[in-house]
Each structure stands twice: as structure tokens, then as C-alpha cells.
């Protein structure tokens, strides 16, 4: 059994307690937060973990091989920085770092300690994005030819970072789990509407080379919750909808078909296509379990983490040329 501690009980913290607990191949060994009354709760739920208040407690454990880490996202790199040179494997939270920076030195300090780093992009281990990743490898979508993502909701306001960090790194890692190809220009315009000067409301556009495209609303006021991800292709088109619980994945089979004049005139020809809409059948097992399960498949197996440091820190530089638009006035930043 591969003994795991996991810091922070707060928002995600109690899932992967949960899940850590129910995995037949980890046993959860403590638990750490600031927050007595947090600790209380899930120390009931938890009667056999050790208890922590300080994370060097937890780290001076020998017998302890891995730390999930759900604190607050500025405190990412400094606790997983500790835990790798302690020895232990790490599964974190998003985002992996607040800089690409921290992320690349993660990373490699990772693959010097030999140990699993493991982000927790978790939409990645859903039964949509996986079937839509073997619909892309297959060649079923044809040429892909933009992304278009809504992720909105009535909060939940976060005060260390804005809705630039906390959302769209679920998007980020689902197009780089789908495609190999990374960005060539990033512009991001937002707003905020608290004194804090934390955005809540960004658009994000991704620029890649070949006139691929990827779109983004990201907010935090809308008073309805949206959750759309849109993949186009020149054969198909797929849209994952998290929140339809009767079709979560739907492939569409709809798009236009280009073609020469053959009359030798210079317009194209364009003609309309309207075949099925189908949604595939898919499993329902729930995304942190797959991913814990894979987080234990690393580290016993020697298995390549799916969403590990390198995809972290292709994700930070993304968010990190996003924030300098933002800055910047909105201007393009080349990546």
C-alpha cells in the first residue's frame, strides 16, 4: 500500500481524501490543514490518518511515500518543492505553479529525485475527453479546425488568483491532451468587479499555426452555470457537456464541404452537411478515482504520468503569457 497524506481539507481537499481512501492500492495515512475545524471533520471521516497542523510534520514521516497537495494555489510550488526534496511523490492541484518558472524547476527536480509528479488536471481522466482524444487520434474529426470553450458560473470568488488561473487550466489541459500542437500567440482581455483588481470575467484566445483557433469565457458572475467545450473539425464536430447528465459527449456530424468551381470560375463552392448527432456510450467512473488509481499505476509501475510536470509547465507558460495581455492591455503575446 502506497501511504499518502494529503494537505489542504478545504474545496477539493475532502475528493481526493475520499478517493485516496477508496483506492485498493493507497492508504491514507494523514491529514493536514491550518483550520481546526476542517481537521476535526475529516479526521472523524479519517479515524486511522495522523493528524497535522504544520506540513513539516507530515513531510518528517519516513514511512510516508506521497503527498496530494489541494492548498491555495500561490502555495503550490513551495509544498511540492519540500515534498520532492523529502522524498516523496506528489499529486497537485492546479494550476501546477503561478509561473512557468516554478513549474519547469518542479519538473526537473522531479526527474532528479526520481519521483512521480502528477498535476490533478482531472477533466482529463473524464470518460468524454477520453473517448474525444480517441475520436482525434483516429483521425474521425479530420483536421481540427478550432476550440471553443464556456466555462461559467456565480462563483466561487477566489482571492489569490483570478478566473484566468483557477478556470482555464481545466481547458488548457483538455486541447493538450487532444492535440501535440502548442500555441503560437495568446491574447486575454478581462475585467473585475472587486476592489481586489482579481479578474472575474476573461476572454482568452489562443492563436496556433495551420489557422487553428481556441476561444475562452471564463467568469465568475454569470448568474447561470455553463460548461461547454467545443471541438470543430473539417469531418466532425464533438461538444462535451458536463452538465447534461443524458448525453455528456455528443459528435455531430454536420459542417460544410469545400470544393473548386469546376467551371473553372473563381468562387468556392461551398455546400452544407446535416448527417447524425451521435452520443457515444461512456463509463461512469468517476475522474479522481481514474486519476488516483493512475497517480498509484505511476509510482509502483513506473507507468508515464498522463497529466505530469511537463503539462504543467506547458500550461503555466500559456497562463502566464495570458496574464502579460492582460497587463499589457490586451495585446498579443508570442509564445
Known amino acids: 500500500m502506497i501511504s499518502v497524506g ?27 490543514d491550518i483550520d481546526p475545524g476542517r481537521m476535526e471533520l475529516m479526521g ?35 509544498l511540492a518543492k519540500a515534498s520532492l526534496h523529502a522524498g516523496k511523490h506528489v499529486l497537485v492541484e492546479k494550476p501546477m505553479a503561478m509561473s512557468a518558472t516554478e513549474a519547469e524547476e518542479l519538473t526537473a527536480l522531479a526527474r532528479k529525485m526520481d519521483r512521480v509528479l502528477l498535476v490533478d488536471h482531472v477533466f482529463v481522466y473524464t470518460a468524454s475527453v477520453r473517448k474525444m482524444a480517441e475520436l482525434v487520434r483516429e483521425g474521425e474529426m479530420g483536421d481540427i479546425l478550432f476550440f471553443d470553450s464556456v466555462r461559467i458560473n456565480l462563483g466561487v470568488f477566489q482571492h489569490d488568483v483570478s478566473v484566468l488561473w483557477d478556470l482555464a487550466p481545466h481547458d488548457l489541459s483538455i486541447i493538450d491532451h487532444l492535440i501535440t500542437q502548442g500555441p503560437e500567440c495568446v491574447m486575454a482581455i478581462g475585467t473585475s468587479s472587486t476592489p481586489e483588481g482579481v479578474e ?19 467568469n465568475w458572475l454569470s448568474p447561470v452555470k455553463v460548461r461547454h467545450f ?56 468517476e475522474p479522481l478515482s481514474r486519476l488516483v488509481e493512475h497517480f498509484a499505476e505511476c509510482i509502483e509501475e513506473g ?33
Open 303 to 335: 507507468a508515464i504520468p498522463i497529466t505530469g510536470g511537463e503539462q504543467g509547465v506547458r500550461i503555466a507558460r500559456i497562463l502566464e503569457a495570458a496574464q502579460r495581455s492582460l497587463s499589457d492591455g490586451s495585446k498579443r503575446v508570442r509564445l
Open 200 to 218: 472575474d470575467v476573461v476572454h482568452l484566445h489562443l492563436q496556433y499555426g495551420g489557422g487553428l483557433l481556441a476561444s475562452f469565457h471564463l
Open 6 to 32: 494529503v494537505a489542504g481539507l478545504g474545496y477539493w481537499g475532502p475528493n481526493l481524501v475520499r478517493n485516496l481512501g477508496a483506492c485498493s492500492r493507497t492508504e491514507l495515512t494523514w491529514l493536514c
Open 230 to 285: 467545443m471541438v470543430g473539425g473539417s469531418r466532425r464536430s464533438m461538444l462535451y457537456n458536463e452538465l447534461d447528465s443524458s448525453g455528456r459527449l455528443k459528435v455531430y456530424d454536420r459542417g460544410i464541404d469545400v470544393s473548386a468551381d469546376r467551371a473553372g470560375l473563381r468562387d468556392v463552392l461551398v455546400s452544407y452537411r446535416s448527417g447524425d448527432v451521435v452520443s457515444p456510450r461512456l463509463d461512469e467512473v
Open 44 to 78: 472523524r471521516l479519517c479515524p486511522q490518518a495522523q493528524r497535522a497542523a504544520e506540513f513539516a510534520e507530515m513531510l518528517a514521516d519516513e514511512r510516508l511515500d506521497a503527498v496530494a497537495i489541494a492548498t491555495p494555489a500561490p502555495s503550490h510550488y513551495l
